[in-house]
């Protein structure tokens, strides 16, 4: 019995730490080499918001409570955020930032290899790094770019014509 | 309880402890590595060159090549008299480890002037809310001391992205982007949009700096700046505006002498939209016969990708923007430089693993191009490509992660 409790023990604390997101509930992903690909596959089949932001952009500190508020008023929609400044060492000043936005319970993931050219060609070819920057991907996969700040009736909008695609026989 | 049990209890724990313990050193090691290594824009951690993530060069009359970089959160300077095969020991600029300015457009600046006096300016966040603070330090017994750096403006407000250049008779101009009248616009309820193009000039080598003043209200506030000179006392400046309607495009201002700003002239109508950060500031040179070369990056409904333009008279209007590089390798940071014998430019392109550094020439100053070539490439991350002049020949200035720096002379290439 107690042979058991202490193997589970083990067992239990392995798990626990080798758990993605160990450092606990509210950490950022490292977004890496095939991250891209990654969040693409997890969210098929439903609406997604991907917003990339950085904690010394001034557009994007207005918009992402914004936002927050939009995550709030829309339960159903899935929101992934992803903090694309090459930050060595703030991921406590992002998820801060996410936290008080209201964005804190969101897919939160932060640039997480410094090679950023590279992280970006996989998203878009086309994107040199400007921020904000919004990708809409319906639940067909088709992808709307939102460069800038966003309007958040822009995406109401995309959001509401998702809702009738879906509603659609 | 056996001792067979008490023993396999005894070894349960021992396990369980080393294995944790494996673990966790494990977990460790790779947040180690994951944070140096793999996350930063450096190869390492240490103020040395090696682990610059940014890297300055500027010639000394006498064709001494010095280097200004930031590493380890503090900016250093060394020296080399052998076109940079070997480099002097490295004076710190700064005493501490700073949070310095990380931003993809920010590097520390360096200028030497014909009396051997070296002048630095550098950017750091110095809050939390990232608001900036540009630093000055000089060095007048040829870069063995630096004064403790100060800031070049009063203001508490934020600055970044200075850039500094050497007037010919020998006084510096300094312009940066400055946020000071986001304060009064919230006082008034107004929307401040950007940042402000200020500047500042120093006759003493450094040691001191004029009030700053503004020359532009409502810039762009996230892109490095180019400045050239047009003639002695005739500072320009090129930098991303904003224009009516948020349209982010380019314009070059001519100094009537250093305190006098000149009239906005756009290089050209872009029409690029946005309010955003794209972190991706211009290049200007002005050749012998005194034409402007910039060079640029946009993503306009007009035209998307890196641009050329050239002014023939006096920067009021530009030539027809002429496309760089490849549009399908993601095309960026482009500098230009009007070398003794010719106009050179370079940029970078990523083809999917690798990032190449392409020069392409001009021998008519500006009219025709070479065919570009791939100069230098990496395969991790690297700074942008500069180009520096000795007055002789032409070199690229290039600091990347996985490959150090490099310094190498861009004529007689294979």
């Known amino acids: ?169 | 309880m056996s001792h067979i049990e008490k023993r396999s209890n005894f070894m349960l724990r021992k396990l369980a402890l080393a294995t944790i313990t494996a673990v966790l050193c494990q977990t460790a090691a790779y947040a180690q590595m994951s944070h140096h290594q793999h996350a930063s824009d450096a190869a390492c951690d240490e103020p040395t060159l090696r682990c610059a993530s940014k890297v300055t060069p500027a010639f000394a009359s006498d064709g001494t090549l010095w280097l200004a970089w930031q590493a380890g959160g503090q900016v250093s300077v060394a020296s080399s008299k052998d076109g940079g095969q070997t480099l002097s020991t490295p004076v710190a600029v700064t005493k501490e480890r700073l949070n310095l300015d990380w931003g993809p457009d920010a590097r520390p600046k360096i200028v030497v002037d014909r009396e051997g006096r070296i002048a630095v300016a550098f950017s750091i966040f110095r809050d939390k809310a990232f608001n900036g603070q540009v630093l000055y330090s000089r060095s007048f017994d040829g870069g063995k001391e630096f004064a403790e750096p100060k800031p070049i403006t009063g203001s508490n407000e934020s600055q970044r992205f200075e850039a500094m250049a050497l007037d010919q008779d020998g006084s510096l101009f300094v312009a940066w982007l400055d946020k000071r009248n986001r304060v009064p616009a919230k006082e008034e309820g107004r929307k401040y949009e950007g940042a402000a193009l200020f500047f500042a000039s120093s006759k003493d080598g450094g040691e001191t700096y004029s009030e700053a003043r503004m020359a532009r209200d409502n810039t762009c506030e996230c892109c490095r700046l180019g400045i050239a000179f047009a003639g002695p006392g005739r500072p320009a400046v090129v930098f991303r505006n904003i224009f009516e309607g948020s349209i982010r495009d380019h314009a070059v201002m001519t100094f009537t002498d250093p305190s006098t700003p000149g009239e906005i002239r756009r290089v050209s109508v872009d029409d690029w939209q946005i309010s955003a950060c794209p972190h991706q500031g211009p290049s200007l040179s002005i050749s012998a016969a005194g034409t402007y070369h910039v060079t640029w990056y946009t993503n306009g409904k007009a035209r998307k990708g890196l641009f050329y333009a050239r002014s023939k008279d006096g920067g009021v209007t530009f030539s027809d923007p002429v496309a760089i590089g490849r549009a399908d390798r993601s095309p960026s940071r482009p500098y230009v430089i009007a070398g003794p014998h010719e106009l050179a430019m370079v940029w970078k392109e990523f083809d999917g693993e690798k990032t190449a550094v392409n020069l392409m020439t001009s021998q008519d100053d500006g009219v025709n191009w070479s065919a570009p070539k791939a100069i230098a490439s990496t395969s991790d991350t690297s700074d942008h490509p500069l180009l520096v002049t000795d007055g002789r020949r032409t070199y690229l200035s290039w600091m990347t992660k996985a490959d150090g720096y490099r310094f190498q002379p861009i004529e007689n290439e294979p």
């Not at chain 1, 089949?45 to 207005?62: D, L």
């Open chain 1, 1 to 169: 019995m107690k042979r058991q409790s202490v193997a589970g023990a083990i067992f239990f604390l392995i798990s626990l730490i080798s758990a993605p997101g160990f450092a606990g509930q509210g950490d950022l992903k490292p977004f890496e080499r095939g991250s891209w690909q990654q969040i693409l596959h997890a969210h098929a089949g439903r609406p997604t918001i991907v917003h990339f932001w950085g904690v010394t952009c001034g557009p994007c500190k207005v918009e992402l409570p914004l936002l927050g508020q939009f995550m709030k008023d829309h339960a159903a929609v899935d929101m992934v955020t992803i903090s694309a400044d090459l930050v060595p060492n703030l991921p406590g000043a992002a998820r801060s930032m996410l936290e008080k936005s209201g964005l804190g319970a969101a897919e939160n993931w932060i640039f997480g290899d410094g090679f950023v050219e590279r992280l970006r060609f996989e998203i878009d070819p086309g994107w040199q790094g400007d921020i904000p920057r919004t990708i809409l991907i319906s639940g067909k996969g088709d992808i709307t770019t939102i460069e800038g700040s966003a309007e958040m009736a822009d995406i109401q909008k995309w959001l509401e014509q998702q809702s009738a695609a879906a509603a659609k026989p």
